[in-house]
């Protein structure tokens, strides 16, 4: 016979699936290890750093990132909204297994010189659709 504390249900145990440090490489107080970003947290982050980063940013990876700042500088036309809507698409399914796309949606406020993209995405034992909101902006 199984005690009643050895069930375990989605209430009472939540398996931890994914786990990524944090970029700042914070301490926690309480274990005195580095905090992590697990799951849902671990995959958005994930993904805006794969957007946000150029190709040959990272050593030894040179074909890893989205590439899109380049995009940023050009004028801003339906055209060009959907060309970062497929790069952003094409760099998440390609270095991304984590994330199951539905949607990327680019949109522009001229006015700001900012692009908002919106990626909509299930991951695994993750029953309803995640948003993740990516704001992309031209530095110098």
Do not use: C, H
């Not at 009643?4 to 989605?10: C, G, M, R, S, Y």
């Not at 440090?21 to 750093?49: A, C, G, Q, R, Y």
């Not at 692009?115 to 031209?138: A, G």
């Amino acid at each position: 016979m199984v005690s009643p504390a050895t069930i375990f249900t989605p209430r009472t145990k939540k398996i931890t699936l994914y786990q990524d440090f944090k970029k700042t490489l914070e301490i926690s107080p309480v274990s005195s290890d580095l905090t992590v970003w697990k799951d849902e947290d671990s995959v958005k982050e994930s993904m805006k750093n794969l957007i946000l980063t150029d190709r040959g940013e990272r050593l030894m990876q040179p074909n890893l990132g989205g590439n899109i700042n380049a995009m940023l500088f050009e004028n801003i036309t339906p055209a060009i909204i959907i060309l970062i809507q497929n790069q952003v698409r094409n760099t998440i399914e390609l270095y991304e297994p984590r994330a199951e796309l539905i949607d990327v949606v680019a949109t522009s406020n001229i006015d700001d010189n900012t692009v908002r993209v919106r990626i909509v995405f299930y991951i695994t034992n993750v029953q309803q659709p995640i948003t993740l909101d990516v704001f992309l902006e031209r530095t110098r």
